[in-house]
T-cell receptor, first 114, second 114 residues
Framework: DTEVTQTPKHLVMGMTNKKSLKCEQH?????MYWYKQKAKKPPELMFV???????INESVPSRFSPECPNSSLLNLHLHALQPEDSALYLCASSQDRASNQPQHFGDGTRLSIL | GENVEQHPSTLSVQEGDSAVIKCTYS??????FPWYKQELGKGPQLIIDIRSNVGEKKDQRIAVTLNKTAKHFSLHITETQPEDSAVYFCAARWLMEYGNKLVFGAGTILRVKS
């Protein structure tokens, strides 16, 4: 069982909807990540939070809005998404952003945009 | 930037045989190399990692070797079992000007036939 918990597991939404993805970890990790994974492809980094502050935004469109309310929680707010945004959204965490710290992934939210 | 190439893209082995997956990276400054296993409907699971000050690491049936001079690293699975069937991703930690990120290989689909 993964120690990074993501909800919901599946989400279907229309292009005009607003929804949020949630991620939680209780390992005391201070770095948290959002990745996007298309079918048969590797994960692609979207955002990095370090000590609850956004430290990397990989030029992600503004219709994706991350939020880190505290050291255990990470949200991804979705608004006006496009069909090509359908993918598996993965959250990960690591002890900190040091270069040799392993990242642990959740099982993701499978998002479908109608 | 960092580029990670992974081969083969698919690998079929008979149960009990060994499986080897190879990756090469481009940035000699990369110093951390994790391997992830992703089963259907799950997130990537860290199975082993190696840091650049080590040439080899082993954990039961799984081993990773690193050749810094040639900039390549390999995953070795011995005595394969049907439950080893999954997609395997290698990654390299790329040290950027404003932080660091994991750069993933394209993945290898491993099928273990019983």
């Amino acid at each position: 069982d993964t120690e990074v918990t993501q909800t919901p597991k599946h989400l279907v939404m229309g292009m005009t909807n607003k929804k949020s993805l949630k991620c939680e970890q209780h390992m005391g990790h201070r770095a948290m990540y959002w990745y996007k994974q298309k079918a048969k492809k590797p994960p692609e980094l979207m955002f990095v939070y370090s000590y609850e502050k956004l430290s990397i935004n990989e030029s992600v469109p503004s219709r994706f809005s991350p939020e880190c309310p505290n050291s255990s929680l990470l949200n991804l707010h979705l608004h006006a998404l496009q069909p090509e945004d359908s993918a598996l959204y993965l959250c990960a965490s690591s002890q900190d952003r040091a270069s040799n710290q392993p990242q642990h992934f959740g099982d993701g939210t499978r998002l479908s945009i109608l | 930037g960092e580029n990670v190439e992974q081969h083969p893209s698919t690998l079929s082995v008979q149960e009990g045989d060994s499986a080897v997956i190879k990756c090469t990276y481009s940035d000699s400054a990369s110093n951390y190399f994790p391997w992830y296993k992703q089963e259907l409907g799950k997130g990537p699971q860290l199975i082993i990692d190696i840091r650049s000050n080590v040439g080899e690491k082993k954990d039961q049936r799984i081993a990773v070797t690193l050749n810094k001079t040639a900039k390549h690293f390999s995953l070795h699975i011995t005595e394969t079992q049907p439950e080893d069937s999954a997609v395997y991703f290698c990654a390299a930690r790329w040290l950027m000007e404003y932080g660091n990120k994991l750069v993933f290989g394209a993945g290898t689909i491993l099928r273990v036939k019983s």
